[in-house]
């Protein structure tokens, strides 16, 4: 079946948001209580699954909730200040004018992300669709599949961290990593993606190898 729907994640995939991240955690840190990064950190860290980075920082699982609303909320009021991944308006331009439909699937608040795509002129997207869930990201998917009548085969996912490798191929649906995001090369080939990309140009090298959509 034709791919006709790119899904997107937000942060790290389409927003140069990691270095904002670090910034925002090391301000909270003394207040709840975890470690800070350091520059040396961040390499180490990339290559690390969401659990070996909570036990490496010392945030409790029983204060994650707690600790990911602080960061949100004060990743909010910078989001003016971050900067798209180099490259990606280009890619994003493209898949359009070919006669994709483009989306985004995040965690991140909905008002957050239309912020950022108005103020870089990316205003591109056919849908943004905010939500987390405490079943994981492949319930969020499946969810927003089912709402919005997309058939699976229809879809391809891109995202930068193994957790939406994960996500993807528990739903069932083809997943581009993408090595410029939250986690590194390494890591991400170690998941066994259907693609593994550097730059924003291969994901149209990608889709123009599948079915040419139906426009």
């Known amino acids: ?12 995939t389409i927003a140069e948001t990691l270095d904002s991240i670090v910034n925002v955690m090391n301000g909270l840190s003394d207040e709840l209580g975890y470690r800070k990064v350091t520059g040396e950190d961040i390499d180490e860290l990339r290559n690390k699954n969401p659990k070996e980075i909570l036990k490496d920082l010392g945030i409790s699982i029983l204060k994650l909730s707690f600790v990911g609303k602080r960061i949100k909320s004060e990743l909010n009021k910078k989001i003016e200040y971050v900067p798209p991944v180099s490259g990606i308006e280009e890619a994003l331009l ?10 985004i699937l995040t965690s991140n608040s909905k008002d957050n992300v239309s912020k ?55 739903t069932n649906i083809p997943i581009i990593a993408v090595s410029w995001g939250f986690n590194s090369k390494q890591i991400l080939e170690n998941q066994n993606p259907d693609f593994l990309i550097d730059e924003p140009r291969q994901l149209i090298e990608i889709m123009g190898s599948l079915q040419k959509p139906i426009a």
């Open 1 to 12: 079946m034709a791919k006709k729907v790119v899904i997107f994640d937000f942060d790290g």
């Open 94 to 103: 493209e898949l359009k004018k070919t006669g994709y439909k483009l989306g």
């Open 116 to 170: 950022f795509l108005k103020k870089n002129n990316l205003d591109l997207f056919d849908f943004i669709h905010s939500e987390s869930s405490i079943f994981g990201k492949s319930r969020v998917i499946n969810d927003f599949l089912k709402n919005q009548c997309i058939k699976l085969g229809e879809v391809i996912y891109v995202g930068d961290e193994t957790r939406d490798i994960a996500a993807a191929k528990k």
